[in-house]
């Protein structure tokens, strides 16, 4: 099987598997050549994977979608991070991840705060020309 793994930076990750682990929404999975076609979203996890040499590597994902057709997965995710130690991609996830999710509600929050108050200089306006 052939690991493509895609990030809003490009391409992160193009290696021939054997097989892969990962967290879906759903549940675990292992992934392998002769595993039905399907598509999944992915909470941040870590996903294992085995290349041709029977080594086995790590990724940090935060949030994706996976699709698997034929010899081919794709994972499209919002950030990769690549490194052998486990511990290095759990602090990742722990700190980085929810860092990114913190960040991703105060913008939220502010957004409405503006929609509000844009509401309500339109209701201003509509009252003046009324």
């Given at each position: 099987?052939?690991?493509?793994?895609?990030s809003p930076?490009?391409?992160v990750l193009d290696v021939e598997i054997q097989k892969m682990d990962f967290e879906a929404l759903n549940g675990y999975y292992t992934l392998m050549p002769k595993h039905v076609d399907f598509v999944t979203a992915m909470p941040p996890n870590?996903?294992?994977?085995?290349?041709?040499?029977?080594?086995n590597h790590y990724m940090a994902c935060n949030h994706g979608i996976l699709v698997k057709q034929g010899s081919l997965v794709s994972m499209s995710v919002?950030?990769?991070?690549l490194n052998d130690s486990l511990d290095t991609l759990t602090d990742a996830i722990q700190n980085e991840f929810k860092k990114d999710e913190e960040e991703r509600k105060e913008l939220n929050t502010a957004m409405a705060r503006l929609e509000v108050g844009l509401t309500r200089g339109f209701i201003k306006l509509n009252?003046?020309?009324?």
């Open positions: 099987m052939i690991l493509k793994v895609y930076i490009g391409v870590i996903v294992k994977y085995q290349t041709t040499d029977n080594k919002q950030k990769a991070i009252k003046q020309d009324g």
